[in-house]
């Protein structure tokens, strides 16, 4: 089961065929569609499940929720409905609530709904106002919202398992996507220099300083970073961190020097994993080092600020890798824990919140839509 953020126009089919067989598909738009958040469960490739969410201050309405008849009784209704929860929590809403098919109120009594006011009659169908309170939720610790911007020839794109060939432009000026998440509030960028991580040098620091220069971004650069010549750069050029990976693995004395020379808050460190080893060179290269020894390393000489990203996860838009954070959260409970690949949805940043990550970074559920700017606002 897989749900994912997708567009009001990709609701209307299965709409359609549960909820108003015999109508056409203009007929099951609703008024203000452009204005919800839609959502659907995947089963694999299948979409199974709809549901679509209006968001109106202290309240929120949902509508149009439809299973497909052969997937019904198999509990996704009831793993839609839980996200749609969480999304309210974020966006400060008190109470929840539909118009429910009279066939339908006896499974929103099992999830806690309450009947409210009287049945009506509309179009042939029975319907009944049925509504849920929720419950604010005690979150382990807030989470800062790191969106990435990476990196090829001067250009904002993403790759899929930081295989090369599979690459994506999505703005040709990396300022303006900057500028973007500067308006709604973003405080932190997460910068990736992807030439340079392949040529073993930083390649792209035009592209930081202009970034630096023209915005109030936190901003940590990576990708390249072998030499002091080449962290001398990053900071010359504006950088509020250097995320350095490749050379705390296989160099761990001279990544050690530049955590003294420079202190602990000015470096940001990756720990790119592969089966629970750590990946270098653009991930272009797995080592037998244990992800836990590597980090052990490290913090036991002062590293504070850490990065982790599942290679496996990384731009397939299937979940965070929550068991492997567990395990080094687990392990070690006193560092800023930021987690990196695989975000989809809203409610993998609510997952990876009450697990205890510090921070998450998010990139392609943002740049295909999967995650809405109005969806992260609650985090900023």
Known sequence: MNIQRISAEDTLQLRRDVLYPNESL??????????????????????????????????????????????????????ILAHVSDICLHHGVKTLWCHARESAATFYNRLGYSKVGDYFTKNGIVFVKMQIPLAVKIMKSTIEIIPAIDIIDG????????????????????LEVALEFEAIGVKRLHLVDLDGAKKGAVVNWKVLEAIAGKTSLITDFGGGIKTDKDLQIVFESGASLATIGSVAAKQPELFTSWVKQYGQEKIFLGADVKDEKIAVGGWLETTTLSVYDFLE??????????????????????????D???????????????????????ADVVALQEIGC??????????????SMAELKPFL
Do not use: W
């Not at 250009?155 to 990396?174: A, I, M």
């Not at 390393?297 to 929550?322: E, M, R, Y």
């Open 26 to 79: 203009a007929a099951v738009m609703v008024e203000g569609d452009d204005d919800g958040l839609h959502f659907g469960v995947y089963e694999g490739t299948q979409l199974v499940t709809v549901v679509s969410l209006f968001i109106k201050g202290p309240e929120a309405q949902f509508r149009k929720l439809a299973t497909l008849p052969a997937c019904q009784g198999r509990g996704y209704a009831k793993a």
């Open 155 to 174: 250009k904002c794109v993403r790759l899929t398992q930081g295989d090369y060939s599979q690459q994506k432009v999505y703005n040709e000026h990396p």
């Open 324 to 346: 492997l954070y567990k395990k080094i959260l687990e392990q070690f409970q006193h560092i800023n824990f930021v987690a990196s690949g695989g975000v989809s949805n809203i």
């Open 297 to 322: 390393q490290h913090i036991a000489n002062g590293v504070q600020n850490i990065f982790c990203t599942d290679i496996a996860k990384d731009g397939l838009l299937q979940g965070p890798s929550l």
């Open 358 to 371: 510090s921070g998450v970074i998010i990139g392609k559920a943002i740049y295909e839509g999967k995650i």
